[in-house]
T-cell receptor, first 113, second 115 residues
Framework: NAGVTQTPKFQVLKTGQSMTLQCAQDMNHNSMYWYRQDPGMGLRLIYY???????DKGEVPNGYNVSRLNKREFSLRLESAAPSQTSVYFCASSTVSGANVLTFGAGSRLTVL | GENVEQHPSTLSVQEGDSAVIKCTYSDSASNYFPWYKQELGKGPQLIID?????GEKKDQRIAVTLNKTAKHFSLHITETQPEDSAVYFCAAKSPIKAAGNKLTFGGGTRVLVKP
């Protein structure tokens, strides 16, 4: 029972490089989310996908793009990484949009030099 | 929009003592208040939650209390054990906020239980 799987777990980028964080869930959840975690700031929503085929901006979407590839997979792309995007990124899913319980992945630690 | 403040940011307790984490929220329409625990190297996991029509909820050694008038809620951990060491996040859910699952998280509290 894998739950939510994120790859990679660690990544170091140089300013201006691009990369994609991958997320997959095997719980047949309809909704998926990308959060970033910074010290003292809790978890902030970057983008979410209420259902397959839809994506919407969260609180801090600038500098990111997402793709809901299918019901299982939701990727986060940094087109031109900046030091301000150094953070720990979490993917999460829920049964439906607005459902109370989120299931999180283990996180991806990204450092931008 | 909703704003959730969480205190303290770090908390060190002796094993067997109690730990209390407090959160305040700004949106009086918020009606659901979960607590997530994040162990080292893992993602946050829901440990307990409370709805606005309830004042207190307990689950073994953990309890949450909610004061809607004052707009604050607290997590209480009794008889702390080393495995309680983690980062704890409170959150508030507003039915009005437009984005995503409408959860706003607090800044987190790092709890260290000393043996």
């Amino acid at each position: 029972n894998a739950g939510v799987t994120q790859t990679p777990k660690f990544q170091v980028l140089k300013t201006g490089q691009s990369m994609t964080l991958q997320c997959a869930q095997d719980m047949n959840h309809n909704s998926m989310y990308w959060y970033r975690q910074d010290p003292g700031m809790g978890l902030r929503l970057i983008y979410y996908s209420a259902s397959e085929g839809t994506t919407d901006k969260g609180e801090v979407p600038n500098g990111y793009n997402v793709s809901r590839l299918n019901k299982r997979e939701f990727s986060l792309r940094l087109e031109s990484a900046a030091p301000s995007q150094t953070s720990v990124y979490f993917c999460a899913s829920s049964t439906v949009s607005g459902a109370n319980v989120l299931t999180f992945g283990a996180g991806s630690r990204l450092t931008v030099l | 929009g909703e704003n959730v403040e969480q205190h303290p940011s770090t908390l060190s307790v002796q094993e067997g003592d109690s730990a209390v984490i407090k959160c305040t929220y700004s949106d009086s329409a918020s009606n659901y208040f979960p607590w997530y625990k994040q162990e080292l190297g893992k993602g946050p996991q829901l440990i307990i939650d409370i709805r606005s029509n309830v004042g207190e909820k307990k689950d073994q050694r953990i309890a949450v209390t909610l004061n809607k008038t004052a707009k604050h809620f607290s997590l209480h951990i009794t008889e702390t054990q080393p495995e309680d060491s983690a980062v704890y996040f409170c959150a508030a859910k507003s039915p009005i906020k437009a984005a995503g699952n409408k959860l706003t998280f607090g800044g987190g509290t790092r709890v260290l239980v000393k043996p």
